[in-house]
């Protein structure tokens, strides 16, 4: 993992390595995976969120900057 951000629900997205975003459900129980995005071609460096929390905008050392729509 070479980002990460926790959401207001308790639940995170990380960046990694590869360029997968993930998204992330926590529970104190149970730790599932919702989505896996791969846009990127390199590390993903940063992840940044809008107050709601419905878009997410990563940035990866291969130049790119992706904006998510976290609610589709």
């Given at each position: 993992?070479s980002?990460i951000?926790c959401?207001?629900?308790?639940?995170?997205?990380?960046g990694?390595?590869?360029?997968?975003?993930?998204?992330w459900s926590?529970?104190?129980?149970?730790?599932?995976?919702?989505?896996?995005?791969k846009?990127?071609?390199?590390?993903?460096?940063c992840?940044?969120?809008s107050?709601?929390?419905?878009?997410?905008?990563s940035?990866?050392?291969?130049?790119?900057c992706i904006?998510?729509?976290?609610?589709?």
């Open positions: 993992m980002a951000v959401l207001q629900n308790g639940g995170l997205i990380s990694g390595a590869e360029g997968e975003i993930r998204v926590i529970d104190p129980t149970v730790q599932r995976m919702k989505t896996n995005l846009e990127h071609r390199s590390l993903v460096s992840i940044i969120l107050q709601d929390d419905k878009r997410a905008v940035v990866s050392t291969d130049g790119s904006v998510w729509d976290l609610e589709n």
